[in-house]
Structure formats: structure tokens, C-alpha cells
């Protein structure tokens, strides 16, 4: 198969969750990739498998979940194949990840600095000790006052200020792709632009990849480079903000952006018919099909695949030429 | 310090409610102590003897209330807790001195071993929640949890004490063989294991089950998660994190165990006549040793209120969050 991101090429990802009510299939054959450097956004409805498919990236998927199939391709190595004392190198060495409620995602009990430190201590196989100094530096980076945070228990910070404490975390161990799962989501809105202001400014200083993980266009368009549309546990559409925004071609993404408020557009707010399917028990080939204007006898038989349109711009939709089968 | 400072006056303020509880409580109750008195001692001593002691004991019917109550604090204070009925001319303190080394010893010990091993074998069963070892652990502790401990005691005692002859019937130690120390050590152990056994078995269940649940509770935070995501190894991810923060609330339940410790394991004691404090407890129960009982509940009421202390004291430390919390 032809590599299409230098960084990470996910293909073919199947997620399943097993559960009393039956078998969650929350990732139908997931298509995902980046180049170094870039900043891609993963949008969609709650539940769609975006946060599932950035915790499969690190393999974070836990019981009673598990990933079934697929090829994860991070650089040259398949996280997919390794063995899981491989996999802890990259985890956040190479990759980190900043999570959706910065409190809770530290340890009640440890410091902060501390906690900095062990990752910095893990990844250079050092003291934790030694690592303080770069901690300090890294808490200064993100505009706190180091010589306080250092010392200060989760409890005692802020939603804002744990949140650049996470980013302090993600980014101390300088890694190739930082994972932001949701990271504004929990925040005010104010404390949002303060912290994505932040993020932009320090990943452009570092030269991260950044995989954000949303369910705001806003933040999504503003952020990102590329972004990658979500259904269901489906890729639906990719391209790059500019084309995605001017041009949507997947009927879901039309949607999608017709549901979004935006000033000085005079027509109505558009919700999409219908309601997201339950993944036990999802409807056959085009998850969509039951919600979409433009549905074909073909959209119930089989899945359409992930084909490209245009430079840069790739949709899993019969309107356009598919010939089926990505993913069943 | 001011989380300390608090914690201090609750102490000294329970201690007091407790102390005085633990004096009114026996003269709320039916029978006179120095009636008693006589009556063990009929015909055996003349009427102004008999006077004289119950003096010295206190319990002369006629004082007030309050005097009697005020006289009471000033025995504390001095440590004269009178002389005990059942062991006369025994004083109770030299009576609980000669108990209290065998009660540490026994119960002590058998509360510390049951929380280690309880605590550990928890860690391991949420640990590995779907592994054959948790799938026999869990049910097995329950078990275990769920007998009555002076049932397991009888049937310990006459199965390899009695029928197979393993193991003493009872007591501390040989008392009529003449030993050398390390002959007596041997004797002693010997003595404390069918005891021991009883008290670890019927007590690490609870523990396996209560650092199980709050084990698997932690496992599901975020921070478990995310440490994973950080390439934490997976031991640390279980010792440092998980079992860490787990073992909180256990702690918590072990201080308040330790407390407890001084009124002894009291059937244990009572089916294996260990000569701990349990024994002597039930011993002055049963023959109204009024100066002894009181002078029992009150060491364990003083353990468990210092235990308790102790606990917030030390959990101030393992969690940071509490300290300013306080309320």
C-alpha cells in the first residue's frame, strides 16, 4: 500500500469494544495520516471515535476495548507489531498526548514539578532529580511561574494552569507528534484562546506535529492545517482546512458546516436529520445512509472506500466515483 | 499546622467525653461493686476491713457523685487505678502491665501481617483483575472474611490442638517446664501460632477486598491512563500510582485496627486462654472487676483516640490534598 504520511499512516484501523449490550464496533476502518511537522484535526459528533482513535495511536486502547486490525505506521516502525516495552520508548518520548481534563489527568498526590520531571527522567534515563532545571524551564515557557507551580500539588491549580502544565508535560520531552485530545474542551472560554494562542506559539517554536482531536470547527479551522472528518468510526472526508471549508464534498460535511454558526451569514442553522447509529448494531455499508439526501441503493450494501478527489483531498462517498469496499 | 492544631483539640476533647463516659457508665449500672466486694470475700474478712478496702477502691456509697468523679480524674493523673477484684491484692496497673505485652505480641502482630498480606495480595487481584489468580483470590477472601473468627479458633483449636496434638491447648507459654530464654521464645512462638493463624486468615480478607476496590477505582482515573501515555514502566504505573493512591483509605481502616489492637482480639483470646487483655477483660466482665474493666476501656479508648490522631497525622503527609481541605 502506498505510504501517504511521512510521520504516521494509519490505515484500515478497526477498534471494538466489548460490552453486555453487545459489541461496540467504535472504529469501522479508520484512514488517518500526517506529514512532520503538520497540524491535522480530527472532527465529528461525540462518539463518533475521535478520542478512541487518538488513544489507539499510543495503543492506550484498555479493556474491555481492543484493537482488532489495522496498520499503524509511525515513521518506519508498525505500533501495531511492536513489542509493548518498545512501544513505552515512544510513548511520551516520541509521541505525548494532552488529554481532555488536564486535573484529573495528574496524579493527586505528586507534585507537579515532580511529575514533569519523571517523564523528562524516563525518557533520558536519569534521576529525577537532574531533570528540575529543564522542568523550570519548560513551566516559564508556558507562562507560569515556575519556581511556585514547581512545588504545587494538582489541587491547587486552576483549570488554565493545569491545562499549560499538560502542555508543559506533552512538550517538555520534545516530541515528534503531540496528541490534543479535546484540549480546550473543560476551559472557559476566554482561558481557550489563551491556551490555544499558547500551543500554536510553542509548537510553531518547536516544530511539532500536532494531532488535534475536536468537536469545534472553530478551534479545528483556526488550528489546523488539514483536517480529517469523522462518522460513525469512519474517515469520511480529508482535506486541508482552506478546500474542506470551501469545497466540502462528503454530504456529512456539508452538514456539518451548514450546523455551524457563523457572522454575517443570513440563512437558517442547519441541524442534520436523523440520529448518529448506534455502533452494536450499525447499519450496513455506508454508516450515513440513513441520514443522507443523496442515498443510492448501492450506500446500503457496502462501504464506500477512501478515494482521492483531489491534490490533497480524499472522501468516502459514492457520489464520487467509488467503487466500494473500504472497510465492511 | 492548622489541620494539626484542629485535629489536637478533637483529641483532647473526645478523650475527655470518653473518660467520663467510662466513668459514669458502671454506676449506671444494676449491682453494687462494693456489695460485691463483700460478697466474695464473706466471712473471710472482718467489717472494718471490708471498709478499709472498699475506701481504697473508691467505692464507698457514700460521696457524692461529682466527688467521686473529680477523685477519679485525680487517679488518672497519678496512674493509681486502685486494686483489682479478681487478681487482689493485685493493683490493676501491675494486672495490665503482665497483659499487655502478650496482647502487642499477638494481636499486634497478627493485625500487621493480615494488612500487609491482605494489602498486597489486593494490589495483585485488580492488577491482573482478569487473571485465574484474582478469579480465585477474590472469592477465597470473602470466604475467609465471612467466618465468625472464634468459630475458626474452636475448630483450629480442636482439630490440631486437641485430635492431632500439634499445637498447645492454650496459655502464653509453658508455665511449669523450666526454660533457658531461647527455650522460652520457642515456647512462646509456639504457643501464638494457632492464635496468630486465626487472626491473619478471618482478618486479610477484608483488606484483600477493600484494597481491591479502591485499587480498581484508581485504576479507572485518568491519571492511570495518562501516566501510561507519559511511558511510565508498568510497574510503576502499579506501585507508584495505582497502589499509592489505592492505599489512602485502607490506611485510614489499619490506624483505627492498630487502636483496637489494645482491647485485644477478645474471643481469640478467651477459646486459646492467652493471657492478653482480652482474656482479663472478659475475666472482669464476668466476676464486676469494676477498677479493672474501667482501667481496660479506658486504654482502649486512649489507643483508639491516639490511633486515630496518629492516622490524620500521618495521612496529612501521604496526601496533600487534605491539609488545606480540612472541613
Not at chain 2, 34 to 45: N, P, S, W
Not at chain 2, 111 to 118: D, E, K, M, P, V
Request: charged letters at 20%.
Amino acid at each position: 500500500m502506498k505510504r501517504r504520511g511521512d510521520l504516521l499512516d494509519i490505515s484500515a484501523l478497526k477498534v471494538v469494544f466489548y460490552t453486555y449490550r453487545g459489541v461496540i464496533k467504535a472504529l469501522n476502518g479508520v484512514e488517518l495520516w500526517m506529514n512532520r511537522g503538520e497540524r491535522l484535526g480530527v472532527v465529528g459528533e461525540t462518539g463518533c471515535g475521535k478520542s478512541v482513535t487518538a488513544k489507539s495511536v499510543m495503543r492506550l486502547i484498555e479493556e474491555p476495548g481492543k484493537i482488532l486490525s489495522g496498520r499503524l505506521l509511525f515513521e518506519d516502525k508498525d505500533l501495531l507489531q511492536i513489542q509493548e516495552s518498545d512501544l513505552r520508548q515512544i510513548r511520551g518520548s516520541e509521541i505525548s498526548m494532552i488529554f481532555q481534563e488536564p486535573n484529573s489527568s495528574l496524579n493527586p498526590v505528586m507534585s507537579v514539578g515532580f511529575q514533569i520531571a519523571e517523564v523528562l527522567a524516563e525518557k533520558n534515563k536519569t534521576k529525577i532529580k537532574k531533570q528540575y532545571p529543564a522542568v523550570a524551564e519548560m513551566l516559564e515557557l508556558v507562562g507560569l511561574d515556575a519556581e511556585r507551580v514547581m512545588t504545587m500539588y494538582p489541587h491547587e491549580l486552576s483549570g488554565g494552569m493545569a491545562q499549560r502544565v499538560m502542555i508543559a508535560m506533552g512538550l517538555a520531552p520534545k516530541p515528534k507528534l503531540l496528541i490534543a485530545d479535546e484540549p480546550t474542551s473543560a476551559l472557559d472560554v476566554t482561558i481557550q484562546a489563551q491556551i490555544l494562542e499558547l500551543l500554536d506559539q510553542l509548537v510553531r517554536e518547536m516544530g511539532n506535529a500536532v494531532l488535534m482531536i475536536s468537536h469545534d470547527m472553530g478551534v479545528v479551522a483556526e488550528f489546523c492545517d488539514k483536517i480529517m472528518v469523522m462518522y460513525a468510526g469512519n474517515s469520511v472526508e480529508y482535506a486541508t482546512t482552506e478546500k474542506l471549508f470551501k469545497n466540502p464534498r462528503h454530504p456529512y460535511t456539508k452538514g456539518l458546516l451548514q450546523a455551524v454558526p457563523r457572522i454575517g451569514r443570513i440563512e437558517e442553522l442547519k441541524a442534520i436529520k436523523g440520529t448518529v447509529p448506534d455502533l452494536v448494531s450499525p447499519p450496513p455499508g455506508c454508516r450515513f445512509h440513513k441520514r443522507c439526501p443523496h442515498m443510492t441503493a448501492v450506500c446500503q450494501k457496502e462501504h464506500p472506500s477512501f478515494i482521492q478527489v483531489e491534490d490533497d483531498h480524499y472522501v468516502a462517498c459514492y457520489l464520487f466515483g467509488n467503487e466500494g469496499g473500504g472497510g465492511h | 499546622m492548622r489541620y494539626l492544631l484542629r485535629r489536637l483539640g478533637f483529641l483532647l476533647f473526645t478523650g475527655w467525653a470518653a473518660l467520663s463516659i467510662n466513668f459514669i457508665l458502671p454506676h449506671l449500672m444494676p449491682g453494687d461493686p462494693a456489695q460485691v466486694m463483700i460478697a466474695k470475700f464473706q466471712g473471710r474478712l472482718n467489717p472494718q476491713a471490708l471498709k478499709a478496702l472498699s475506701d481504697a477502691f473508691g467505692l464507698t456509697a457514700d460521696k457524692s457523685l461529682f466527688v467521686k468523679y473529680l477523685e477519679y480524674w485525680q487517679r488518672i493523673f497519678s496512674g493509681d487505678l486502685g486494686f483489682s477484684l479478681t487478681y487482689y491484692p493485685a493493683k490493676v496497673t501491675e494486672v495490665l502491665a503482665d497483659a499487655i505485652p502478650w496482647t502487642i505480641g499477638l494481636v499486634g502482630l497478627g493485625t500487621i501481617i493480615a494488612f500487609t498480606l491482605g494489602t498486597l495480595l489486593g494490589i495483585i487481584s485488580a492488577w491482573k483483575r482478569n487473571s485465574p489468580l484474582a478469579d480465585i483470590l477474590v472469592p477465597t477472601a470473602l470466604f475467609f472474611n465471612s467466618i465468625p473468627y472464634f468459630w475458626l479458633s474452636l475448630l483450629m483449636l480442636y482439630l490440631l490442638a486437641y485430635q492431632l496434638e500439634w499445637f498447645p491447648l492454650g496459655g502464653g507459654f509453658d508455665v511449669f517446664a523450666i526454660m533457658g530464654i531461647w527455650d522460652k521464645v520457642g515456647s512462646i512462638v509456639y504457643h501464638a501460632i494457632l492464635p496468630l493463624t486465626t487472626i491473619v486468615i478471618t482478618a486479610m480478607g477484608g483488606w484483600l477486598l477493600t484494597m481491591r476496590n479502591n485499587m480498581m477505582s484508581v485504576l479507572a482515573d485518568d491519571y492511570i491512563i495518562f501516566a501510561r501515555a507519559k511511558g511510565l514502566s508498568d510497574r510503576r504505573i502499579k506501585y507508584k500510582y495505582a497502589a499509592r493512591n489505592a492505599i489512602l483509605p485502607s490506611f485510614t481502616g489499619f490506624s483505627m485496627a492498630l487502636g483496637f489492637v489494645i482491647g485485644g482480639s477478645l474471643l481469640t483470646e478467651v477459646v486459646f486462654s492467652y493471657p492478653g487483655l482480652g482474656y482479663i477483660l472478659y475475666q472482669s466482665v464476668i466476676s464486676l472487676d469494676y477498677p479493672l474493666m474501667q482501667a481496660i476501656f479506658l486504654f482502649i479508648s486512649l489507643a483508639v483516640l491516639l490511633a486515630n490522631f496518629m492516622a490524620d497525622f500521618i495521612y496529612a503527609i501521604l496526601d496533600p490534598r487534605v491539609k488545606e481541605g480540612g472541613e
